[in-house]
């Protein structure tokens, strides 16, 4: 019951700290280093859609190799991440060059608010397929070793 226990816990501690991570990983990239880059002041949402791009690409590997539940939520979540992305570089852009000259109102459609609202919950899909993938394979290898028996040392002065 105790080695269940430990086994649970592990797995768990394992899951969250790769979800944690991979948020602080994508947040450092985007917003910090991606943003400092000479090319990317200027055109500001490019680094966050070549980071969606980079996401989408390594969820649609990751899921066409293993076809799996979490593969599958990981990337339904960065689908709505990356089409998050896109609506933010259109209007971003759009506001830069003046595409919605005459159309412009202070508040979004209702439509496309609803919209984007189902994508931000779309995204928390990310963070359930990594916990979990990372549960998965904390269960799978990190605590494999504890349920064999152990094996005699074998002493090389033989």
């Known amino acids: 019951m105790l ?3 430990v086994i ?3 797995s768990l501690t394992f899951a969250l700290l790769c979800t944690t991570a991979a948020h602080i990983g994508y ?3 985007t917003r910090i280093w991606l943003d400092r880059v000479h090319f990317f002041n200027y055109h500001y949402p490019l680094a966050h859609l070549l980071c969606a791009s980079a996401a989408f690409g390594i969820a649609i590997v990751m899921f066409l190799r ?3 539940v979490a593969s599958l939520l990981f ?3 960065v689908i709505g991440l990356f089409f998050m992305t896109v609506y933010d570089c259109f209007v971003c852009w759009g506001m830069t060059y003046h595409w919605f ?3 412009f109102r202070l508040q979004e459609h209702p439509v496309v608010a609803f919209m984007i609202h189902i994508l931000e919950a779309l995204f928390l899909l990310t963070y359930i397929g990594i916990v979990w993938m990372s549960l998965r394979f904390a269960r799978r290898h ?3 070793r504890w349920s064999r028996p152990r094996a005699a040392v074998l002493s090389s002065f033989v």
Do not use: C, Q, S
Request: hydrophobic share 50%; glycine share 10%; net charge positive.
């Open 8 to 10: 649970v816990l592990v």
């Open 27 to 29: 947040a450092t990239l």
């Open 101 to 103: 000259r005459g159309f």
């Open 142 to 144: 990190l605590t494999n």
């Open 3 to 5: 080695k269940r226990t």
């Open 75 to 77: 990337l339904i979540g």
């Open 66 to 68: 293993a076809r799996a």
